[in-house]
Nanobody
């Protein structure tokens, strides 16, 4: 079973940028991967996904501002977040999509305020 550890969150002003990282415990070259976010009291939502062939898709709310990427040589997935808005404030998680889905990690807090 693969496990994920998220990092890179923090406090940023509106309009700023952050790059989130997701470290996997084993190879993810065969895994469809996603970034998710959750605001306390609300459902977790998927914001970005990257296929094993590097195809990507995004939630409408982040399209044009966020970019997901993967580095299979390092077992890493990234989320570059630009033009951040207060409504992007959430805990961000990564996880597999589909049969490889595993338990959720601790996530990384992103707070957009200023």
């Amino acid at each position: 079973q693969v496990h994920f550890v998220e990092s890179g969150g923090g406090l940023v002003q509106p309009g700023g940028s952050l790059r989130l990282s997701c470290a996997a415990s084993r190879s993810i070259s065969d895994i469809y991967m996603g970034w998710y976010r959750q605001v306390r009291g609300k459902e977790r939502e998927r914001v970005a996904a990257v296929t094993v062939f590097d195809g990507t898709n995004y939630a409408d709310s982040v399209k044009g501002r966020f970019t997901i990427s993967r580095d299979n040589t390092k077992n890493m997935v990234y989320l570059q977040m630009n033009s951040l808005k207060p409504e992007d404030t959430a805990v961000y998680y990564c996880n597999a999509i589909g049969p490889s889905r595993t338990g959720w990690g601790r996530g990384t807090q992103v707070t957009v305020s200023g």
